[in-house]
């Protein structure tokens, strides 16, 4: 047996791995939604259907003719901006912002399209100048990435804008970006953050000074932050048990189901669940990374890094902002939080690792 056919059975093998951690996740979100929904049979259908429906979209597209994903990235990313601007004129207002958008036949958030087309975009862009980049392209790129970013955090929806401004700078990044350059727009982004304290709405600036002192107003702003700290200090090493945390099961814990179930997980499940938890998203993104290192072409290692590196975002800021470190932005914690929007968009991105990788093994073979 050659080097070349265990190598290639190996990765087999892993991707089936990377598919038993994905549902095994799903696992975990099943066990900790119902309970954080106190038993609502209704919602954890739904969130049943959610999960179903966006496995049958990763499996669409883990399958999808590779050359495809290179097709529709450019198109994709304007049929994306113009629903963006549409949101912005004819979407649908709720708690203060105007993000859904109702085409009568589907109500979807335009917004979470972005975070798959804009990484496809990006990375089509560079794959086809590969051999002429110049600074003119890396300026142009930046400009793609700030367009949709700008209409996201318009609507507002903060959380959204970074998921999406992340995804698009790891393609910047690791298409080679100069470091000059890349100081450059560190220094700028420094030199404005007082200036774009001015432009950030009021409950924006009140989340920021809520990480700074939640006991400053700890029945208000502080609330989450100071309940989601007390959920996970209790739930110890061992946990209180699946549907016996005092926190959530007496509704002490606002958004339990979405935002915050993290803090359900921990209360219930203790630190030997988190940290069960930690090696399945480990695993996940190690896979990516693994995936990315050996893609056949400049698009396709680019695309699976910002989808790998994007996953790591959307883990490391919920959790952050559950345990108090970050900001409350809105990001959900990836595929253990109700909403099938996100879940869709997560698996969406992850079969396209799995395309990339059936793609690689393809071109060797």
Known sequence: MTLGSIRSILLKKMTVSMLVAILAVFGISVLVLFSASQGSWEKLSTHLVNILVAIVLMWCIANLPFQYLHRIALPLYFVGLLLLVLTMFIGDASKGAQRWLDLGFVRLQPSELMKIAVPLTLAWYFDRYEKVLSLSNFILAMVLLVIPVALILEQPDLGTAILVLASGFFIIFFAGLPLRVLLAFVVLFLLALPFAWEFLHEYQRLRVLTLLNPYAD????????????????????????????????????????????????????????????????????????????????????????????????????NIGMVTGILPVVGVPLPLVSYGGTSAVTLLLGLGILMNIDKNRRLVQT
Do not use: C
């Open 218 to 317: 700890p029945l208000g702003s502080g609330y989450h932050t100071i309940q989601s700290a007390i959920a996970l200090g209790s739930g110890g090493f061992f946990g209180k048990g699946w549907m016996n945390g005092t926190q959530s099961q007496l509704n002490f814990l606002p958004e339990g189901s979405t935002d915050f179930i993290f803090a359900v997980f921990g209360e219930e499940f203790g630190l030997l669940g988190i940290l069960v938890l930690g090696v399945l998203y480990g695993f996940i993104i190690y896979k990516g990374l693994f995936i990315a290192s050996l893609a056949s072409t400049l698009f396709a290692r680019l695309v699976a890094i910002s989808v790998t590196l994007t996953f790591f975002i959307y883990a490391f800021v």
